[in-house]
């Protein structure tokens, strides 16, 4: 299992162009897998992995996640395939549907039949992201062109998928999953069979389940889960975070966080290998000074 840093998840983690480049070369150094990003309302998440990839020579970067609604797929895939040549071939695109109350609420616009718009934004993304011209016309999405990018590599794509539709989606058309707020035992009956069925059903090799989760090192346990449930609340109230709490068994964020000392960190880092994870995307919360060089050290020695 591969191990990388989550990036913009969390206060600790948040921070400017500069700082995030500087970050990107610390976890690189140290030896992680992969830095992920987010794609909300701060910093472009996919034009600051082009900077960060420009700026690192190994790890691999990558959105979680980018919102499909606002960016038409052809434009996207276009911006995605730059950032590719950015990177040296090391940037993977994770996309999701984001929620109802931002599609629509704050952005204005139609989050009517999500499945339908995903499997649509698929359709095209997918092979443009492989060099492929693409002739579409669906219900939401017309796509009738090819990119000419030269040089550029093939970019893995991941997609967001909890709910059983969108898990088929990405087993058929994309390379894998990436999830947030979903713990052990959804990921091992529910995750990994759904989208593994789809991905063999439509030939294709194992899918990548990349698992985002909190992570806090530190004596005080129950200290720290008081500071993740404020910190996090948020994603105990999106309805689609919840039904994923709601099948692991746990209240909110803060129950299902990763929190503990060293040993008990440990457990539950093995937990995810076992229930199929192929690249734990840690998410560091730090509870008093000092705490994310502390992490960070006992992360990179849980390093393969």
Known sequence: MRIGIFAGATPETSFGLKGLVAFARDVE??????????NIFGID????CAIAGWETQRIELGTAVTP???RHPAALAQQVMTTQLACGGRFALGIGLSHQVVI?????LSYDKPARHMSEYLQIIAPL???QGVQFEGEQLTAKLALDIPDTQPVPLLVAALGPAMLKLAGIWADGTSTWMTGPRTIEDYIVPSISAAAIEAGKPPPRIVCGLPICL???A???????????????MLPSYRAMLDREGVSGPAELAIVGNEATLRVEIARLRDVGVTDFNAAVITVGEGKMATTLDFLQSELA
């Open 45 to 48: 998440g996919i034009g600051a």
């Open 29 to 38: 150094t140290r030896g992680f897998d992969t830095l992920w990003l987010p």
């Open 222 to 236: 129950d200290g720290a889960r008081e500071h993740i449930g404020k910190s996090l609340e948020i994603y105990g």
């Open 218 to 220: 530190t004596d005080d």
């Open 104 to 108: 629509e609420g704050m952005y204005g």
């Open 68 to 70: 499909t609604y606002p």
């Open 129 to 131: 992201l492989h060099g």
